[in-house]
């Protein structure tokens, strides 16, 4: 064995035996957030939010901080007016206009920076162009747009005209955004030609084709194209951007002056549990609440490079990758193709190429570097300062992988914990106050109240270390509004079952995340996954977060996900549904391996009942693995909703190998 290797086993072991993570000097000593007193500050309620709004440039100053006068729709910074764009563009102007603010990769390697000059200019041209096509204040736009520039501008161009976007996921069917068009009430859609998977350019406008044939609506096209020349037949219904932006070469629009209460956009949450909800948010607390985050979790500074490597159509991309980093004045990172393409080191190649500071992905993106290999991200030299996660809990395994492989061991991680409907991060570290935790995303944020409580309707007690509900005590700046449309559905899903719905005191009031959790007796919280992950066995409350952690501490599995299957005798068993890393064969020793790990880490009782080894497992288009496919696979039961997964045909696949048994 050489040298090398035993180091790397040494500190293999240190790193399982380590609890807590100490953050490096160097980046304590950088850091944004670096007095405790901000938790005192912030979450003095309500006034602590105004100096997160505070961060941000108004037209009118606010009157109230807080309306809790008619729960559970909580008003925030009543009566301030601004504009969104404003703060993340001509605001920048003055200090940094030659700066870049979008830094994007195409797929075949084509770079474009635009300044914050740049960007100011084709907001205004893409704004002017808009309104020359009869968007007007508080219509809302549908933008079915991939990760290329047109995307954020396009946002931005909404934004300054007061016209709340409704971004549908690229990849998403021509049956999802007709739904979403529908459901939004819009009267407008904003696409492209196409953009390139892998190098292959995707015929993208033929889906918004499809979507009109299914539409109840009869909506405005607007077509930009990824060329100068469309590479895919662009219908002659269909408005050119180009040709409008022509138009209105050299326009300026002033910015519209919004109420801070007015809605800026709707997203639909990405479907795991579900149908999709049509979260609306609010112009002036959502914006300040992930300027502030943006800069005190993500440890934003102007002049940063930073790269969320997630998909603008998701929440995340929204808060993080466009209007947090942007109203703060950094430089973003947007990327074209998949992490693969041309080859397994893309990331890491551009990361390098671009000197990437910060860098934020999701557990699933973990695993799958973590399968690849480190040969990877060894061969390129980048050197972040600050990793983030979220989307899902991250694995302590997958978490000192990304530690020590992508982070060097000397960049902070922050899992950060949050949702669609919360707008901005909830729970995770300041990252230069408290030391990480893998598997745990940590404190909860300045000003956020969160509670568990148990079957029996009751709260825990503080950090009890049991398992219960998670929900927030307390109205924050960037909760959701309502679900578009749909106040009932917004009261029954996120309200209901924990508050005192005749009271109007919001104090009564208790938003309900939908997830099980456990806060440990320092004051950590640890996600464990959706209530309906949380499985049954013999009496014992067990998260699949648990389960699928003690899986992962086996080498050879690359990811894996385990269902509940139902059983005559213990209620409920596990099935462990296995992708194994590249090179490994399957055989009756890793199955055996597995049960082991299961056996040794929580119980014999949580003995798994099968170990079913598959190439693949079922994802929604955000990555998230989406269990109630597989319990239904487990109890032969139908497969449910299942037009958000990303590959319709993995639950089929897994039933064949199933069946070949
Ligand atoms: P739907 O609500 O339609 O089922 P979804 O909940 O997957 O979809 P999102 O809003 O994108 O849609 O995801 C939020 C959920 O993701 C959280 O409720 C939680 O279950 C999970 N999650 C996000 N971040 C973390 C994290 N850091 N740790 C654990 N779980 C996380
Ligand atoms: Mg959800």
């Known amino acids: 064995m050489s040298d090398e290797d035993t180091a790397d086993i040494q500190l293999e072991s240190r790193l399982r035996e380590q609890e807590y993570f100490r953050p490096p000097p160097e980046f304590v000593g950088q850091a944004n957030a670096t007095d405790r007193d901000i938790y005192d500050e912030v979450g003095e309620f309500p006034e602590g939010f105004d100096r997160y709004a505070e961060l941000l440039d108004w037209d009118e100053r606010w009157d109230q901080t807080f309306d809790g006068s008619n729960p ?219 300027t502030a985050t943006a800069k005190n979790v993500l440890d934003i500074e102007p002049g940063d490079t930073y790269w969320c490597a997630a998909d603008i159509g998701w929440i995340t991309g929204h808060s993080y990758i466009v209007y947090g980093p942007l109203a703060l004045g950094t430089t973003s990172v947007m990327y074209e193709d998949t992490p693969d393409y041309p080859h397994k080191g893309r990331i890491w190649e551009i990361a390098e190429k671009y000197d990437v500071d910060i860098f934020h992905t999701s557990p699933t993106a973990v695993r799958m570097f973590m399968k690849w290999g480190e040969e990877y991200p060894e061969k390129y030299d980048f050197d972040f300062r600050h990793m983030t996660t979220v989307g899902e809990p991250i694995q302590p395994e997958a978490w000192l992988w990304y530690y020590k492989h992508i982070g060097d061991e000397d960049a902070v991680i922050v899992d950060t914990w949050w949702q669609t409907e919360t707008g901005g991060h909830l729970l995770t570290n300041l990252p230069a106050l408290d030391d990480m935790k893998p598997g745990s995303a940590g404190r909860a944020c300045p000003g956020i109240e969160a509670a568990l409580v148990g079957d029996d309707g009751k709260t825990l007690p503080e950090a009890s270390g049991q398992a219960g509900n998670l929900i927030i005590e307390r109205p924050w700046p960037s909760m959701l509004q309502t679900v578009y449309g749909n106040d009932e559905r917004f009261i029954d899903t996120y309200w209901a079952e924990y508050s005192d719905t005749d009271s109007d005191d919001w104090r009564d009031w208790n938003y309900k995340a939908g997830d099980g959790a456990v806060q440990a007796q320092d004051g950590y919280w640890r996600v464990l996954g959706r209530l309906d992950d949380v499985m049954n066995v013999a009496g014992h409350r067990l998260g699949t977060m648990e389960l699928e952690s003690a899986v992962a501490e086996v080498e050879k599995v690359a990811e894996a996900a385990v269902a509940a299957r139902e059983d005559t005798e213990k209620g409920e068993v596990p099935d462990v549904y296995a992708v194994l890393r590249e090179g490994i064969e399957e055989s009756d020793t890793v199955r055996e391996e597995i049960v082991r790990a299961v056996e040794d880490e929580i119980g014999k009782f949580a003995r798994p009942a099968n170990v079913i080894f598959v190439d693949d497992l079922p994802k929604t288009r955000s990555g998230k693995i989406m269990r109630r496919i597989l319990e239904n696979i487990s109890n032969e039961e139908e497969l449910g909703n299942t037009t958000t997964l990303r590959d319709p045909s993995v639950p089929e696949q897994i039933r064949d190998e199933l069946a070949e048994k």
């Open 72 to 290: 559970p729709f909580f008003e925030w910074f009543v009566g301030g007016k601004l504009n969104a764009a404003h703060n993340c563009v001509d605001r920048h102007l003055d200090e940094r206009k030659n700066q870049t603010a979008i830094l994007w990769e195409g797929s075949d390697g084509e770079q474009v920076n635009l300044t914050y000059q740049d960007l100011y200019r084709r907001v205004n041209e893409t704004a002017a162009a808009l309104r020359a096509q009869g968007v007007e204040e508080d219509d809302v736009v549908t933008i079915h747009l991939p990760m290329v520039p047109a995307l954020p501008i396009t946002m931005l161009a909404c934004a300054r005209i007061g016209a709340p976007h409704s971004v549908v996921f690229a990849g998403f069917s021509a049956q999802a955004l007709a739904e979403r068009t529908d459901s939004a009430d819009s009267d407008f859609i904003v696409t492209i030609d196409g953009y390139y998977r892998r190098g292959e350019f995707l015929d993208h406008i033929e889906k918004t084709d499809e979507a009109l044939e299914q539409t109840e609506r009869d909506p405005d096209v607007l077509a930009w194209l990824r060329h100068d020349e469309p590479q895919a037949d662009v219908s002659d219904d269909y408005v050119r951007m180009a040709d409008l932006l022509d138009e209105h070469a050299g326009a300026r629009v002033d910015p519209v002056s919004r109420d801070a209460e007015d809605p800026l956009f709707l997203m639909y949450t990405s479907g795991t549990t579900g149908k999709p909800k049509g979260c609306q948010h609010r112009t002036g607390g959502y914006l300040s609440y992930v």
